[in-house]
């Protein structure tokens, strides 16, 4: 006795409905990832807390920095010689550690709290989510940086005067049409901005924030105070001109630049090299490994 063979319905359309698509690998992927990381930045209160923190110290130190020095103090104003753009950008190292903590975290808290195995999920294109987390992570750093700095600049411009800084002492006002000012104002919100994407790059590599916000303060501040401990002046200018920190921070300086061991855009594209090369073996790692 021969068995039946199962009746095959047709489906009411004429034909069997389409897989849906992965939710992510339909248009724009690229565009929903960003979407995704901007909408992880923007509902996170620590995130805001840290460009918040940014800002403050920055401005902070800056502004007190150029409260505390007059021409007074000198034989005469020319005989301060001051650089008054660097004194009022010396917050910048003390908003360098903010900026790597929210670069670090940005990546870290998902390793820590494992909801990275859903972003993952969600995008299994990793180089694009991390190339998302980047943007979003250069975006709010270079908003919060470039506040800082201007309001920084602003400050000091309306301070400087009254400290005997004046244009008739040799002082000009500070101004962004001056090109040094310019340069240090804009390459110092490119150095906050490449220390932030070394954190993500450390988090990415380490997969722990407090071993990568560990490592990169003491990128931050022990590498340069072993430069001022050394006895030899020959390592010290070496370590000065090819260390990411202090030459990411030349930027800032705009007089006697024939004296720096490195350049200020040299010292910038130093810091760049580190940062961006911590990123790219991080991420090389992140493509190839489980979660």
């Known amino acids: 006795m021969r068995r039946a063979r199962p009746v095959l319905r047709a489906h009411p359309a004429g034909r069997a409905p389409r897989p849906a698509p992965h939710p992510v690998l339909g248009t724009r992927p690229a565009l929903r990832a960003l979407h995704a990381e901007w909408t992880k930045l ?129 002082y000009p006002l500070l101004s962004l049409t001056d090109t040094p000012t310019l340069r240090a104002a804009l390459g110092s919100t490119l150095c906050l901005i490449l220390i932030a994407l070394m954190g993500l790059g450390l988090a990415v590599l380490l997969r722990d924030s407090a071993a990568a916000i560990t490592t990169g303060l003491g990128v931050l501040y022990v590498v340069p105070l072993m430069s001022d401990l050394l006895g030899s002046p020959t390592w010290k200018d070496r370590l000065e001109r090819w260390a990411p920190i202090p030459a990411g921070l030349a930027i800032r300086v705009t007089k006697d630049l024939a004296r720096l061991p490195i350049g200020p855009w040299p010292g910038l594209g130093v810091l760049a090299a580190y940062a961006l090369g911590v990123l790219v073996v991080g991420g090389a790692i992140f493509t190839r490994r489980d979660a």
């Not at 270079?142 to 602003?154: F, P, Q, W």
Request: proline residues 3%.
């Open 42 to 170: 923007r509902t996170l209160p620590s995130n805001w807390l840290l460009l918040a923190a940014t800002v403050a110290l920055t401005f902070a130190v800056g502004t007190a920095a150029v409260s505390s020095v007059s021409t007074r103090e000198c034989a005469s104003a020319a005989a301060c010689h001051e650089d008054t753009v660097k004194l009022a950008l010396t917050g910048v190292w003390l908003g360098q550690a903010t900026v790597l903590v929210l670069g670090a975290l940005s990546m870290g808290a998902e390793y820590g709290t494992g909801t990275v195995r859903t972003t993952l999920t969600a995008i299994p294109r990793r180089a694009t989510v991390l190339a998302s987390k980047a943007a979003v992570l250069a975006a709010a750093t270079g908003i919060a940086a470039g506040t800082a700095i201007l309001a920084s600049l602003a400050t000091a411009r309306w301070i400087l005067p009254g400290n005997g800084f004046t244009p008739e002492a040799g």
